[in-house]
């Protein structure tokens, strides 16, 4: 008898914990989905893509997790992670001192800078100092606009909600040049051929990290381990060539 319940309490034991551990299984990723080719929607199958998307998915899949992908507005992205919207944020997100202070961030995954693009018959532009003058277009509250603050002399610093309205408005003739991440930069150059030019090299030296809230340490640390996995077994290298170089 006493056997028995002994029994009955630890199978209810496992499945009370099997439970916990499926509802744990899923990874809520915080994004915004407009910034190729990080991270976009697929004009035609309506899917999340981009070397983030691929990325996380990857990671995921090694820490025995699925991903559910939370597209938000870059303004608000990190509070989002505060408020427990989702787990993560993996968004072409710059390791910053200020957004340390706020966040965790796994080990760096990508290296870059930001870049000056302009209309490609402007000679007028080639160093950042030459936007003394301007006005430069950027998404609010990113690296690239921060940058472009830093500059002096800029007439105005013309904020968007998303990158692609930095491009926009550059290619409306209501910007002079759009301060953005590098690759984001070649991606639109590469979409629009003739229209846009980057000039000079990158001027800031910045790392992607994926942000998580403080404290969460067995996150943190399954993170970094799955990122090391996909480095060292050639998926990294795999996704680069397919989402990067566009091979
Ligand atoms: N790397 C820049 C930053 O951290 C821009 C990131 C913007 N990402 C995005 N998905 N819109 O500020």
Do not use: C
């Not at 590098?182 to 979409?191: D, H, K, S, T, W």
């Amino acid at each position: 008898m006493r056997r028995g319940l002994i029994v009955l309490l630890l199978t209810l034991a496992l499945v009370v914990s099997a439970a916990g551990a499926a509802a744990a299984q899923t990874l809520r990723v915080g994004v915004n989905a407009a910034f190729p080719p990080f991270e976009y929607i697929d004009d035609e199958t309506g899917e999340y893509v981009g070397f983030d998307m691929a990325l996380i998915r990857e990671m995921a899949a090694r820490m025995g997790m699925e991903v559910e992908i939370i597209n938000t507005a870059w303004d608000g992205i990190i509070p989002g992670l505060l408020a427990g919207h989702y787990d993560v944020i993996i968004s072409a997100m710059t390791i910053t001192n200020e957004r340390a202070q706020a966040v965790d961030f796994s080990d760096p995954y990508f290296a870059t800078g930001q870049v000056i693009v302009v209309h490609a018959g402007d000679d007028s532009i080639q160093t950042p100092a030459d936007l003394a003058g301007k006005v430069v277009a950027v998404q609010i509250g990113t690296t690239g606009h921060f940058a472009a603050e830093r500059i002096e002399g800029v007439a105005s610093v013309d904020h968007y909600q998303f990158a692609p309205e930095a491009f926009l408005a550059l290619k409306t003739g209501r910007a002079d040049a759009v301060v953005v991440d590098e690759l984001v930069a070649i991606q639109e150059i590469r979409a629009n051929p003739g229209e846009l030019k980057v000039v000079g090299q990158p001027f800031t030296v910045e790392y992607y990290g994926i942000a998580l809230r403080k404290g969460r340490e067995d996150l943190l640390r399954a993170i970094n381990r799955a990122l090391a996995q996909v480095r060292a077994d050639g998926t990294y290298d795999e996704l680069y060539r397919t989402w990067i170089l566009g091979e």
